[in-house]
């Protein structure tokens, strides 16, 4: 027997699901602060909110080194565009930026914003320099610079040299680039000229390294592999505040007379944070 009331189950309507892209930029962006570039620029893609996230100047700041104001006068002497936003400065710095008349190069490091830079051999002090009969000025692809000091043959080998720059905290180190042998390509393969390599594996080459506030480091190798970069670590040093530029000194050196040396590519000086050691040995 049937009541005289039936009863009807109600559902409610399902809510619409929500989303990454739903939520407001400003909390995207303050997510995004805390990734490195490389993600945040993958993320940028998903859609239009992480899009306007990711361009947000508070994110691409918190990237940049914490003097980067002092880095921008250094490279580029006030002449970079002041309309900029942060994420096109960021992007700006990461390339290699040429100047002391393009015999410096500097940059950050895409993933972690670390400052580098780079001299090259005509940005430097080469005993005999001048004398074709020792040096001359080749260009080869391999290098940052277009061109590197070749040496073919010479007693006293010395180069010394100076830069100032406004180095964020940090540790870096410093290398010369090397290479025993002239490099080059024929059709298509990379060959290498060892005709004048000689007199390395006698005597260590010694290198040592200075700053203006009182550090100081040496060190010495044999240079016997030919066919290859060399990254040769000179030694390390600490920039403890960003509010004075880091003046340092460096030397390389083989002044034993009793036998000549030759057939070495002089590229230039590295100067990387020195969490990024590892990283020459692919080079």
């Not at 980067?68 to 400065?89: A, N, Q, T």
């Not at 990461?94 to 490091?109: E, H, I, M, V």
Request: aromatic share 12%.
């Amino acid at each position: 027997m049937g009541s005289g009331f039936s009863f009807h189950s109600k559902t409610n309507p399902p809510s619409p699901e929500l989303s990454l892209g739903d939520l407001p930029e400003g909390c995207l962006a303050s997510v995004l602060v805390y990734l490195d570039p490389p993600e945040i620029s993958r993320l940028s893609v998903l859609n239009r909110a992480f899009r306007g996230a990711s361009s947000a100047d508070f994110v691409w700041e918190s990237k940049l080194p914490p003097n980067y104001d002092s880095v921008i006068r250094r490279v580029f002497d006030d002449f970079l565009p002041s309309d900029l936003c942060k994420k096109e400065l960021y992007t700006r710095l990461c390339r290699q930026n040429s100047f002391d008349g393009g015999t410096k190069k500097a940059w950050l490091d895409k993933s972690t914003g670390g400052v580098c830079l780079s001299i090259s051999s005509r940005g430097l002090a080469i005993t005999g320099i001048d004398d074709r009969r020792y040096w001359n000025h080749i260009p080869i692809e391999e290098s940052r610079f277009g061109t590197v000091a070749y040496l073919q043959q010479i007693w006293w080998f010395e180069v010394d040299g100076e830069v100032e720059f406004p180095f964020p905290p940090g540790t870096y180190s410093l290398f010369f680039r090397l290479h025993l042998g002239r490099a080059s390509r024929r059709f298509g393969r990379r060959v290498c000229n060892s005709e004048h390599v000689h007199g390395w594996d006698i005597k260590p080459v010694r290198f040592q390294l200075s700053t203006s506030d009182g550090q100081e480091a040496i060190s010495q190798c044999l240079l016997e592999e030919s066919g290859k970069w060399l990254h040769c670590h000179v030694g390390d040093f600490v920039v403890e505040k960003f509010g004075i530029p880091t003046t340092i000194k460096f030397s390389m050196t083989q002044i034993d007379c009793t036998h000549t040396k030759g057939g070495l590519c002089l590229d230039s000086v590295v100067i990387y944070p020195s969490e990024f050691r590892e990283r020459l040995k692919l080079f």
